[in-house]
């Protein structure tokens, strides 16, 4: 038997770690593109998931680019600082595309008092145009996430998705079960003067209240969590949801032409 004296198997672990660490570079690099694939496509999912519409993560894109028209990026004044068509996937105002938006670092950003960049997402779906707000904000354990998805009036939910990265199973992990869920449809983020009021999350709810829904039993602090992420996020989209609202308004004010036309020949009679 040949006896291997320390520095021999020095250099042969000390080689045998180097080729396992190469390799593992390799195959890292080689699954990157598809491992962000996945992630991509995931999120895709949890945003038709906010608007009623359930695929597999493999038909996410295809159904992505069906459903939602445009990705807007906003800022906490109104201003729209870029455009993405989504069937086109053509980036037609502003340099980054929304989807590509990392919520943390733009409200980290904010804290700073700089100018925050903050994602919304438009759909339509049976003819109908509508919204989704992403949100970030903090439970128990860690991270919190929704999609809120609102009508046409940028106001009534019409569909959420909530997730988290470590919340307790059987407490704050109930956020995202259709039971916490499902309350939320038909609720309201604006009052009557049209200023965001969000949706709070509390013990003993109004179950007819526009603004508020249960809280999880035993997750009293992923509730909250969940209460104040919706409150700050939701309120950086005030000036814009405001001034999109406005617009409507007049626009819809403005008698078409055809009403034109009738005004002008009854006049005439």
Same mark, same amino acid.
């Given at each position: 038997?040949?006896?291997?004296?320390?520095?021999?198997?020095? +250099?042969?672990?000390?080689?045998?770690?180097?080729?396992?660490?190469?390799?593992?570079?390799?195959? !890292?690099?080689?699954?990157?593109?598809?491992?962000?694939?996945?992630? /991509?496509?995931?999120?895709? &999912?949890? +945003? +038709?998931? $906010?608007?009623?519409?359930?695929?597999?993560?493999?038909?996410?894109?295809?159904?992505?680019? &069906?459903?939602?028209?445009?990705?807007?990026?906003? #800022?906490?004044?109104?201003?729209?600082?870029?455009?993405?068509?989504?069937? &086109?996937?053509?980036?037609?105002? #502003?340099? %980054?595309? $929304?989807?590509?938006?990392?919520?943390?670092?733009?409200?980290?950003?904010? *804290?700073?008092?700089?100018?925050?960049?903050?994602?919304?997402?438009?759909?339509?779906?049976?003819? *109908?145009?509508?919204?989704?707000?992403?949100?970030?904000?903090? #439970?128990?354990?860690?991270?919190?996430?929704?999609?809120? @998805?609102?009508?046409?009036?940028?106001?009534?939910?019409?569909?959420? %998705?909530?997730?988290?990265?470590?919340?307790?199973? #059987?407490?704050?992990?109930?956020? %995202?079960?259709? /039971?916490?869920?499902?309350?939320?449809?038909?609720?309201?983020?604006?009052?009557?003067?049209?200023?965001?009021?969000?949706? !709070?999350?509390?013990?003993?709810?109004? $179950?007819?209240?526009?603004?508020?829904?249960?809280?999880?039993?035993?997750?009293?602090?992923?509730?909250?969590?969940?209460?104040?992420?919706?409150?700050?996020?939701?309120?950086?989209?005030?000036?814009?949801? @405001?001034?999109? *609202?406005?617009?409507?308004?007049?626009?819809?004010? /403005?008698? %078409?032409?055809?009403?034109?036309?009738?005004?002008?020949?009854?006049?005439?009679?």
């Amino acid at each position: 038997m040949k006896n291997f004296n320390n520095k021999y198997i020095f +250099l042969y672990a000390t080689a045998l770690v180097a080729v396992v660490a190469v390799l593992l570079s390799v195959v !890292a690099t080689l699954l990157k593109p598809q491992q962000q694939n996945n992630i /991509k496509n995931e999120k895709m &999912q949890t +945003l +038709l998931a $906010a608007i009623n519409v359930s695929v597999d993560r493999d038909d996410a894109a295809q159904a992505y680019s &069906q459903y939602f028209t445009t990705e807007l990026t906003v #800022g906490t004044n109104g201003e729209v600082l870029s455009v993405y068509d989504v069937p &086109q996937q053509t980036l037609t105002q #502003g340099e %980054t595309r $929304a989807f590509d938006i990392k919520l943390k670092e733009q409200q980290v950003r904010e *804290r700073e008092g700089k100018q925050g960049a903050f994602p919304l997402y438009v759909f339509e779906k049976d003819g *109908r145009k509508g919204y989704v707000i992403p949100t970030q904000g903090n #439970g128990l354990w860690g991270a919190v996430f929704a999609n809120i @998805a609102l009508d046409a009036d940028l106001n009534t939910i019409i569909g959420v %998705t909530f997730d988290h990265e470590s919340e307790t199973p #059987g407490l704050g992990a109930e956020i %995202t079960t259709e /039971k916490f869920q499902q309350p939320f449809i038909g609720k309201q983020i604006l009052d009557e003067q049209g200023n965001v009021v969000s949706i !709070a999350v509390k013990k003993h709810a109004d $179950a007819n209240a526009l603004h508020e829904v249960d809280a999880i039993s035993g997750g009293t602090m992923t509730s909250n969590g969940v209460s104040e992420m919706l409150a700050a996020d939701l309120a950086r989209y005030q000036a814009y949801i @405001a001034q999109a *609202r406005n617009a409507e308004t007049q626009q819809a004010s /403005k008698p %078409t032409t055809s009403n034109q036309e009738s005004e002008k020949e009854a006049s005439n009679e």
